[in-house]
């Protein structure tokens, strides 16, 4: 029997010593657990820091050099819109964050993320000198395309910073990549950090309603319709994304997407998600599973939470 090819995939851990401490716990939880594991590599699809600053991207190489993941070979990252941007963390900033955004330099805090995180990103092909997204990483069996999905700041179109677009221009250099001899005959991921489906709502004018039809215009991704197309095109086995804080898996116009954004931060408490990917050549299986508190000399049993499904054949 072929032992597959095993991917963790995290999302949205928005760490922070000021405003987020118990997302630091809970990742510990996971990095803990998953050093510990039968994983082949570790993806974070975004938000990895809570509020953009350099403080809080230390905490993350910190964490992933403890529990030995800070190597290319072993982790890829790519950006969301908290580790550009920031997010409203008081209620003083409510009002003060759409001023916050607009100020941001958008490529000049796009540099010190990739800096702060570089030497995850080595051994990474890239198509356009100069620019740090798109990258292929080739793992073997299976190749990761990073892509960013996080927009400049827009009075109109995106005032929070928590929309998303990929531009026309990335969209043909993923292409690019995707067509080199590196990738052929193997399994393609997609790593990005928006969602491709919409945000339920409750309706009727409740506060449940109210919020999800915020929702569906603070956080959407321009240009679904053109990036569903290159991932149908190009064949890709599987997206793996962040960004709401849920854990679910669906299907768009035949892709199949597997979102990881409730790792420490779900909706419903509990333990700490991770979104486990199997890969046996074309054939790929996802599963979530939870991963209990960390009990003193007891080796952590990974616990089944969702039903294992395959995604591509």
């Not at 550009?84 to 540099?111: K, W, Y």
């Not at 979102?259 to 054939?283: C, E, K, R, T």
């Not at 939870?290 to 969702?306: D, F, K, V, W, Y």
Request: with cysteine.
């Amino acid at each position: 029997m072929i032992r597959p090819f095993t991917i963790a995939h995290i999302s949205d851990l928005h760490l922070s010593a000021e405003f987020r401490r118990q997302n630091i716990r809970r990742t510990k939880q996971l990095l803990d657990h998953l050093s510990r594991s039968n994983i082949d590599h570790l993806v974070i699809t975004g938000d990895i820091a809570a509020n953009a600053q350099p403080g809080e991207f230390a905490i993350g190489r910190g964490l992933l050099s403890s529990y030995g993941f800070y190597n290319a070979q072993r982790t890829t990252i790519i950006p969301g819109n908290h580790d550009i941007f920031g997010g409203v963390q008081t209620a003083e900033d409510i009002l003060d964050f759409p001023s916050r955004c607009r100020n941001t330099h958008f490529h000049r805090a796009m540099q010190t993320f990739s800096d702060a995180f570089g030497e995850l990103f080595q051994g990474s092909s890239v198509s356009r000198d100069g620019y740090w997204y798109p990258f292929l990483k080739d793992l073997g069996p299976v190749v990761l395309v990073g892509m960013n999905s996080v927009a400049p700041h827009s009075v109109v179109g995106n005032p929070f910073g928590s929309n998303g677009a990929v531009q026309k221009s990335e969209i043909h250099a993923a292409r690019k990549l995707l067509g080199s001899a590196a990738s052929k005959h193997k399994a393609r991921i997609v790593l990005i950090h928006h969602h491709f489906n919409k945000a339920s709502t409750s309706g009727g004018g409740t506060l449940g309603g109210i919020w999800g039809n915020l929702e569906n215009q603070t956080m959407k991704l321009h240009g679904k319709k053109r990036l569903l197309k290159f991932l149908h095109d190009e064949k890709v086995d599987l997206v793996l994304h962040g960004h709401q804080h849920v854990n679910l898996s669906y299907v768009r116009k035949g892709v199949h997407f597997v979102n990881a954004g409730g790792s420490v931060m779900g909706l419903v408490p509990g333990d700490p998600l991770v979104n486990l990917v199997h890969i046996v050549g074309h054939q790929i299986t996802s599963e979530f599973c939870g991963i209990p508190a960390i009990r003193p000399a007891e080796r952590l049993p990974i616990m089944e939470t969702h039903p294992r499904f395959a995604v591509a054949s």
